[in-house]
């Protein structure tokens, strides 16, 4: 496969092309390729996601001097959550070059974002080993980071959980409980959706990789469907 198209659109020439070639290999592809010897990508999705974390952290830190922890812990969590990263590794095409096995490829679906999501963490780990933090900052402060205002002016990077645990007791009384209504996907690559309710009714539901992430989207989808969001 050519990745020089990825390479360009991503602003970073590798200088080890199977370093990159890893970033895109999923654990389902190597299940139906054994033979081929590859690794797929997930120890450089482990290093990518620190190297984000800290990129967006030192971001924050001096571009909002005002912030409180709690504030710049939401609007990081914003930052990189699985929604930015999927959103930001489509607008790399990054879909064009995922190498998955036959049942991963046909499903499009939120499972596609999480393995998306995945990816890009993935890629700016092997950005970090071939080029070094230089190169990954500027990866991550070129197409991560001017997302930020945006994430701002929709207000997603409220802590939905306490907004709406705040509105659950200002209207009703109640304090808001949440339930685990599934987990789906091997013990590697889990997906768990979680449902919120007030009382008896459930008013929301949501999924993610962890339960903390699911309780986050249910939260987000009750305060959208009860409007008080």
């Not at 496969?1 to 020439?13: C, H, L, P, Q, Y």
């Not at 971001?59 to 930052?79: H, I, M, V």
């Not at 071939?130 to 990077?157: M, R």
């Not at 009703?172 to 091997?186: M, Q």
Request: proline content about 2%; aromatic content about 10%; hydrophobic content about 35%.
């Amino acid at each position: 496969m050519d990745f020089s198209k990825f390479e360009e659109t991503a602003g970073v020439i590798f200088k080890d092309k199977a370093l990159l070639k890893q970033a895109f290999i999923h654990r389902s592809y190597i299940n139906e390729n054994r033979t081929l010897g590859l690794e797929h990508n997930e120890r450089l999705e482990f290093l990518g996601d620190a190297v984000l974390e800290l990129v967006i952290t030192n971001y924050l830190y001096k571009r909002f001097p005002e912030y409180n922890e709690g504030e710049l812990t939401s609007l990081r969590s914003a930052l990189v959550n699985a929604d930015t990263c999927s959103a930001v590794a489509q607008k790399l095409e990054a879909n064009e070059f995922l190498l998955l096995s036959k049942g991963e490829t046909k499903d499009t679906g939120r499972a596609r974002q999480y393995i998306l999501a995945n990816t890009l963490e993935s890629i700016i780990g092997a950005i970090y080993l071939d080029q070094g933090y230089e190169v990954a900052d500027k990866f991550i402060l070129t197409h991560i980071t001017p997302l930020t205002e945006g994430i701002i002016e929709k207000g997603s990077w409220i802590d939905a959980k306490s907004l709406f645990q705040e509105r659950a007791q200002e209207h009703d009384g109640l304090t808001p409980a949440y339930k685990t209504i599934k987990e789906s996907g091997p013990d590697h690559d889990k997906i768990f959706t979680i449902g919120v309710y007030i009382g008896k009714d459930l008013v929301g539901e949501g999924s993610g990789q962890s339960k903390q992430d699911a309780e986050q989207e249910a939260a987000r989808d009750a305060l959208k469907k009860k409007a008080w969001d």
